[in-house]
Every structure is written in structure tokens, then in C-alpha cells.
């Protein structure tokens, strides 16, 4: 499909979405949005209120129980889900490039995780949505002479995603609960709000019904009045395991269900058979990706002794030879960090990771170039301990620990020995023994000699990374009731 230019939407955020149209927030207060590799202003958002999250929810409410979505066949909401991903596509060079000045992601990268991959899922949902059945038949065990069990949508669906990934991780809950027949409101987060409006623009021209796909921008305040509105059914959020846990308690007072995929620490188990060059090849990527701003990055790689020192060596030169640069350049493998905060963040971990005894093999510096911007050269650490900070607690940043394990069991024994669970792999010689080590990992999900999320299965952790499962017909069937009827 060809690629073609458009307008972007304003680069001043004033308006939610609601009711089909934009319409001027209440809300008063703004926040400047900086583009992180220049650090020079990219435009502002307004940050919604109570009364504007009040509309959109009511909105979202009317088109569910009184507009045709609520009425919709799975098949007429598999033709809306498929335009939405012609048109995502149509504009995937405007998006993929807000999305980069926005919070840093290289081009090439953004174009995959911010057009392609929604577009699949979207497309994805599409086709289970045409193979829903809503009613089954089933012969009663006691009295009566039959029952239908019916599965209706559970209602309106509030859909927090987070910054380092905005439309990838925004669509994997907007496409099931469409597919559901849920209606939405969107709160991205603040740093992406401009391609979270983009994104609402881009399902207006797809034809999503008015009422469908709300949005509101803003930040924390905004999405916490959200969560408590009485009119959402349900909840999906990808962010930090603290706001996780308010979120959660604010379900259970509630008695909504919640999808909270929280944070991680994931460890890569590399075992002394191991391929040694495809091993780094793919810890290269798997734990340097997006400049480590990635929930499953695997930032504890644990090796035997028979690669232990050839690991710490191979991913230092992997770590030297990223391309540090505007994000923007084709060349470009790692830009900069989202905010200068989170650039002191990962600077406070790895002034810890020294302080407690860890050796910094390379990075863990501010480059000298470029002179502008939150940029950050990747660091490797060795002689790691399992209990030093920067092995138990999420970094968010381009830093990755080699741990020693005397054995595979000890190597399991130090996977396991986290708050998180929400990845990991193992890198052997043998999958099916890799199988056999992933059986006895405590994540949610686990990979083989690399790790490819496949949108087709469940995605989601345990313990600190939270709960219930994106992706597969589990995630579709997480945005739908089941009703007994009794005949």
C-alpha cells in the first residue's frame, strides 16, 4: 500500500473526542510536550478533568446502549476494524514519525511498532470477530429443556496504554474490544498524546460509529478519574506496577475487572551448549531494544560458566557499537531516553549498581554527541549479585546485568528469584530442554532461543507484572459477559 502525507492533527492539543466530534476541554491546566532528542518544544496538551471524562464516558454509554454498535453483527465490526487498518497504513509516515519526536523510538523501529504490528492485530481481531458465535444451545443436566449461554460485550472499556509503545500497546486492547462490541475511551499517556489524537482522527476517517472511540488526554489525575467513573465496565492498562496497584484497588472496590500489565525484570538463561554468536545476536536486540524502554527487555542475562565471561565481552562490544543519534537518521539504532527525568532515573541505578560492587563493563554515560537531547550510551554490568538493586528492580533503560549461575538449576533458582514475572528466555542447544526450562520459570510468557510474541496467543505476566492476558481469543473474550439463559 502506498504511503502517503498528511496533515497532522494541531500540535496543541485542546479538544477531547466524544460523541463523533472534538469538542473544547474544561480543563484548564497544560503541559508542554519536548521533542527528547532536541529537548525544544513539540507542541502541548491540555490535561482532562472530571467533566471531560464525564462526556466521553457518556458517550461511550449511548453509542453502546442506544446507538447501532450495541445492535452490530461480528461481521459488520470486522469491516469497521479492517478499515481502521487500511487507514492506519495510509498514514504510517505521519505516524511513525510523531511517535518518534514524541519520545524517542528510531524510525525504522517506530514504522514496525506503530503501523505494521497494530495493523496486523487489528486485522487479526477482524477475522476472529467474524467466527464469533454469540449463543450456544446446551442440554440441561437437571430440570428444564434446554439453556442458552449467551456472550454479550461487557460493556464500555477504558484503555490506558502507556509511552514506549502508544499504538502498538493501545491497539492490542482497542481491536478485542471492538471486536467484543465494547465501546472505548482512550486516555494515552501524556508524553504521546499527539499521536493519541492522531489516532482517533485516523478512526474517524476509517468510519468508527461516533460515540465508538472516545478520547481524552491527560495524565494521572485524568486517568484516575476514568477508572473510578461509574459508567466503565472494565479496565486495560500497560504502565508502572505502582499505578497497577492503585488501579486494581480502585477495580476491586469497584468490582470491574481489570487487565494490568504492569512492570519487568526479565532474565535471559544462557546454558553452556549454547550457540554463542546466535545467542548474542539475539540478547543484542532483546535487551537494548527501543534504548531499553521495553517491559520485556531482558536485562538479567544469567550464564553458566562455560559463557559467562564470553557473554559479558560480546554484549559490551554489542553495547559500543550502538548507533546513538536522531532518531529520525536511518542510521540511528539507539535514541534517546523520553525525558530527562527518566535519564536521571537510569543514572541513579547505575550509580548504585557501582556502589554496591557490580563492575560497569562499558556505557553507563552520557555521550559527548550529540550536545542536545536525553541520550544515553548503553551499559553493561558484570559480577552481578541477585540481590543488588539494579538486578531486582526495573531500570527502563538501556542497562543489562550478567549474573553468574554455577548450574541450569541455579540459574532457574535466580530467574525465579524476582518480584517479576512477565518474560524470559533460555538460549541452549537443545529446545526441547529449553521447553523443559521454561516450564519451570514463573512468567507469563517465555521464549526458546528468542523471544517472538505471537499476537495469536496469550501475553501477560504474574507476581509484580501483573495480570489477566492480552492477545488470542483470550484477549477478545476478556471484553465479553457470559449470560445463562434458562428455558
Same mark, same amino acid.
Given at each position: 500500500m502506498s504511503r502517503t502525507a498528511v496533515p497532522l492533527p494541531v500540535r496543541d492539543l485542546t479538544q477531547i473526542h466524544a460523541d463523533g466530534t472534538w469538542k473544547t476541554a474544561t480543563g484548564t491546566e497544560t503541559v508542554t510536550l519536548l521533542d527528547p532528542?532536541?529537548?525544544?518544544?513539540? #507542541?502541548?496538551?491540555?490535561?482532562? #478533568?472530571?467533566?471531560?471524562?464525564?462526556?466521553?464516558?457518556?458517550?461511550?454509554?449511548?453509542?453502546?446502549?442506544? @446507538?447501532? *454498535?450495541?445492535?452490530s453483527t461480528p461481521a459488520e465490526r470486522a469491516d469497521?476494524? =479492517?478499515?481502521?487498518?487500511?487507514?492506519?497504513?495510509?498514514? +504510517?509516515?505521519?505516524?511513525?514519525?510523531?511517535?518518534?519526536? =514524541?519520545?524517542? $523510538?528510531?524510525?525504522?523501529?517506530s514504522l514496525m511498532n506503530n503501523v505494521d504490528a497494530p495493523a496486523m492485530v487489528l486485522r487479526y481481531y477482524a477475522g476472529l470477530s467474524r467466527?464469533? =458465535?454469540?449463543?450456544?444451545?446446551?442440554?440441561?443436566?437437571?430440570?428444564g429443556s434446554r439453556t442458552v449461554v449467551r456472550r454479550e460485550p461487557i460493556g464500555v472499556a477504558a484503555v490506558i496504554p502507556p509511552w514506549n509503545y502508544p499504538v502498538f500497546l493501545a491497539i492490542t486492547k482497542i481491536a478485542p474490544a471492538l471486536a467484543a462490541g465494547c465501546t472505548v475511551v482512550f486516555k494515552p499517556s501524556v508524553e504521546t498524546s499527539l499521536s493519541g489524537a492522531l489516532l482517533v482522527r485516523i478512526a474517524q476517517e476509517a468510519g468508527v460509529p461516533a460515540g465508538v472511540f472516545c478520547f481524552v488526554p491527560g495524565g494521572a489525575a485524568t486517568g484516575a478519574e476514568l477508572v473510578r467513573h461509574p459508567g466503565i465496565d472494565r479496565v486495560a492498562f500497560t504502565g508502572a506496577t505502582s499505578t497497577g496497584r492503585l488501579i486494581g484497588a480502585e477495580c476491586g472496590e469497584r468490582l470491574i475487572p481489570a487487565n494490568l500489565e504492569l512492570g519487568g525484570k526479565s532474565a535471559a538463561i544462557v546454558l553452556d551448549d549454547a550457540d554463542l554468536e546466535h545467542t548474542l545476536q539475539g540478547l543484542g536486540f532483546l535487551s537494548f531494544l527501543n534504548t531499553g524502554q521495553t517491559c520485556f527487555a531482558m536485562t538479567r542475562v544469567v550464564a553458566t560458566p562455560g559463557h559467562y565471561d564470553r557473554i559479558v565481552d560480546g554484549l559490551a562490544e554489542i553495547a559500543r557499537q550502538?548507533?546513538?543519534?536522531?532518531?529520525?537518521?536511518? +542510521? /540511528? /539504532?539507539?535514541?534517546?531516553?523520553?525525558?530527562?527525568?527518566?535519564? &536521571?532515573?537510569?543514572?541513579? !541505578?547505575?550509580?548504585s549498581g557501582l556502589a554496591e560492587g557490580a563492575r560497569l563493563v562499558t556505557g553507563g554515560r552520557r555521550p559527548d554527541t550529540p550536545a542536545k537531547g536525553w541520550f544515553y550510551e548503553s551499559a553493561v554490568f558484570a559480577e552481578v549479585g541477585n540481590g543488588m538493586r539494579? +538486578?531486582?528492580?526495573?531500570?527502563?533503560?538501556?542497562?543489562? %546485568?550478567?549474573?553468574?549461575? +554455577?548450574?541450569?538449576?541455579?540459574?532457574?533458582?535466580?530467574?525465579?528469584? %524476582?518480584?517479576?514475572?512477565?518474560?524470559?528466555?533460555? *538460549? /541452549?542447544?537443545?529446545?526441547?530442554? #529449553?521447553?523443559?526450562? @521454561?516450564?519451570?520459570?514463573?512468567? #507469563?510468557?517465555?521464549?526458546?532461543? @528468542? !523471544?517472538?510474541?505471537?499476537?495469536?496467543?496469550? *501475553?501477560?505476566? $504474574?507476581?509484580?507484572?501483573?495480570? @489477566?492476558? =492480552?492477545?488470542?481469543? &483470550?484477549?477478545?473474550?476478556?471484553?465479553?459477559?457470559?449470560?445463562?439463559?434458562?428455558?
Open positions: 532528542a532536541t529537548e525544544q518544544p513539540l #507542541g502541548s496538551t491540555v490535561l482532562a #478533568g472530571a467533566a471531560d471524562v464525564n462526556a466521553a464516558v457518556t458517550s461511550a454509554r449511548r453509542a453502546l446502549d442506544h @446507538g447501532p *454498535w450495541g445492535r469497521v476494524l =479492517e478499515r481502521f487498518a487500511d487507514a492506519l497504513e495510509k498514514h +504510517a509516515d505521519d505516524m511513525s514519525r510523531l511517535v518518534t519526536r =514524541e519520545m524517542g $523510538m528510531p524510525l525504522g523501529f467466527g464469533l =458465535e454469540q449463543e450456544e444451545t446446551r442440554v440441561p443436566v437437571g430440570p550502538q548507533v546513538i543519534g536522531d532518531p529520525l537518521a536511518p +542510521a /540511528t /539504532t539507539t535514541g534517546p531516553l523520553v525525558s530527562a527525568r527518566q535519564r &536521571e532515573t537510569v543514572e541513579q !541505578y547505575v550509580a539494579i +538486578a531486582r528492580e526495573e531500570i527502563f533503560g538501556p542497562v543489562v %546485568c550478567v549474573l553468574r549461575a +554455577a548450574d541450569e538449576d541455579e540459574a532457574v533458582a535466580i530467574a525465579n528469584d %524476582c518480584p517479576y514475572g512477565l518474560a524470559g528466555t533460555v *538460549w /541452549t542447544a537443545d529446545p526441547e530442554h #529449553g521447553l523443559d526450562i @521454561g516450564r519451570r520459570v514463573r512468567t #507469563g510468557t517465555f521464549g526458546v532461543n @528468542g !523471544y517472538p510474541p505471537d499476537i495469536s496467543a496469550p *501475553w501477560g505476566g $504474574m507476581k509484580d507484572s501483573g495480570g @489477566g492476558r =492480552e492477545y488470542g481469543p &483470550e484477549g477478545l473474550e476478556s471484553y465479553r459477559v457470559v449470560k445463562s439463559l434458562y428455558i
